[in-house]
């Protein structure tokens, strides 16, 4: 025998509604020159008129993982050797393996130095790229500058993709003889060729009523000031996958304090601690998340004005 459980009240004259929100159902987008499916525009309403909001929360979300890693705001960096250069490269954008990533970085080296050649090697222990070239001495060293050494978090380049620092980095050593011989870099971290680890889902609307708090050093999502995060959800998928999350703290919310009204609503994806592509593109494919809102029923003869001391949501349980 099932169970269906919906959330009745949350302290006195409190009722719960539920939307279902997916970007293919958008009117409009939040932002002109920008899809839809991107960052959709919803229209809400429901019985009657949403009025006198106590509490709101994200409580779940479905979102496709078609965007791609090397886009274009951060699929760029430099080449440079004593002989040629400096050169600007573009990788070409899409996802990748780590070995697909070999291929294409040796293609593009090798585009624009041909006097000797390049091969891209892949640690698995270490997770690190190492870029060769054949020189039989070790005077030809060469370098790939990823944007300014201030870009840590890769907005312009793909340097925290590919395990590269920001700014210059030099060849670091010379083999005489092996099998790969000749000056070679050595990327200092592990590569990341899945991109970062999370999303954040934000809204213009209700973002910065959202107590949601991060550090001021994150420094492009607004530096420890209100901004437009409403949740934080892992990427637990790979490239083609779907990524599924619900709240895992659904029975605590965040207080609107009697927010009059609200009749539409955005909501758009940002990927890691970036904002290298704002809003995040799915590429056609839309997203879906499920919003719970708390509203005051002043036809019961109590109401609320906003959550007391965290208090939970209470619950109903019927048998179907």
Known sequence: ?????????????????????????????????????????????????LENIVAFKILEVQIPFTWYVFNSSNNTFVYQDNLVGPFT???????????????????LLNAVQGTFVYTVTHDNALQKFTIWNNVANSANAFALTFGLNTDNVGNTNPA?????????????????SGTNFGVFLTAPNAMSVTGPNYLYINSTKLGTLTDIYLPRGAANLGGGNAGPQM???????????????????????????????????????????????????????????????????FSSGAYSSGPQSNDRVRSRITKR
Do not use: H
């Not at 925290?160 to 005489?176: E, T």
């Not at 083609?240 to 009749?263: A, C, K, M, Q």
């Open 231 to 297: 949740a934080k959800v892992p990427v637990n998928v790979q490239p083609g996958g779907i990524v599924y999350w619900s709240d895992p703290n659904p029975d605590r919310w965040f207080d609107l304090e009697n927010l009059g009204s609200l009749t539409e609503i955005d909501f758009y994806l940002s990927v890691g601690n970036t904002s290298a592509q704002t809003p995040l593109q799915l590429n056609g494919q839309p997203f879906s998340l499920k919003l719970g809102l708390l509203m005051n029923d």
């Open 89 to 107: 490269i573009t990788f070409p954008i899409g996802n990748y393996t780590a070995t697909q990533i070999t291929v294409i970085l040796a293609g």
């Open 160 to 176: 925290l993709l590919l395990g590269y620092n920001a700014g210059v980095n030099s060849s670091n050593g010379y083999l005489a």
């Open 1 to 49: 025998m099932g169970f269906n459980i919906m959330v009745e009240i949350y302290g006195p004259g409190v009722k719960y509604y539920e939307f279902e929100l997916d970007s293919l159902d958008a009117e409009k987008a939040a932002v002109n020159g920008v899809s839809a499916i991107d960052w959709p525009m919803f229209q809400i309403g429901g019985k009657k008129p």
